[in-house]
């Protein structure tokens, strides 16, 4: 089907698919709603996306690392629109997950978009970071970069669009095995993307391309789709991620349903996990 686009673009509401009640062309909250707050300094409010497990896996992280990064985690449920609430929009006014609130200071500090928090939390335990900071920067920002051609690009057309359409599912999975071709090739003369260290940028990388490749957890038939069993060194380096302790609670928290993991729509102790 042809489209001709309109000489002014036009808000259609109901044109969206899946998402049409969450997304909009304004920001600003549209409705009063205040945070809950824990016990603990730090205050995440998310949901279990491949962006919001970046931060709860390198929470767990750093517990498990021994370091005292106790969090309390609240669940932001964006298909009810808890991400246009005055309060979340208070900490982020870009409306999406993650948000931190960080009250180990005087004052509260708030920190968005996943990097920052990755970074913010690292550089506050000096974990994490690798012997290589240069190189783990560059690919912290390459995966911030490349995932929305995975995710609003390949994932919204393959998975979620209204209709199947061919040029726009051609087009970004060609982009994502090129991405994926990318990380298996650094990942054949290394075990870890920024070297010889586990780092932030392997935590923000897995949750996008590491669970890509594991089964297709992202999107249904995803793997088979892509040959993903053609990136061997990305597999690998994604089942030793996914072995990992901190990694299999991380996935829980904040998730609201589905059986693999166990959903935990909020965390306030390592005991909520038993």
Sequence with gaps: MSYTPPDVWIWDAENG??????NRPVAGPTHDKALPRGEHPYQLHSLATPNGQKVTILFEELIEAGHDAEYDAW????????????GFVEINPNSKIPALLDLTGPEPVRIFES???????????GAFLGDDRPEMLSWLFWQMGSAPFLGGGFGHFFAYAPEKMEYPINRYAMEAKRQ????????AHKEWIAGDDYTIADMAIWPWYGQLCLG????????????????????????????RPAVRRGQRVNRLKGENPAPLPERHSPADFD
Excluded at 17 to 22: E, L, R
Excluded at 75 to 86: L, M, N, S, V, W
Excluded at 180 to 187: A, G, S
Excluded at 221 to 232: I, P
């Design 115 to 125: 990097g920052a928090i990755l970074l913010h939390l690292a550089e506050r335990y």
């Design 17 to 22: 698919g899946q998402f049409a009640s969450t």
């Design 180 to 187: 994926l071709d990318v990380l298996n090739r650094e990942l």
């Design 75 to 86: 669940p932001i449920d964006i298909g009810e629109g808890d991400q246009f609430g005055a």
């Design 216 to 243: 297709g957890r992202l999107y249904d038939g995803s793997d088979r789709f892509l040959a993903v069993h053609e990136y061997e060194n990305v597999v690998e380096w994604a089942k030793r991620i996914d072995a």
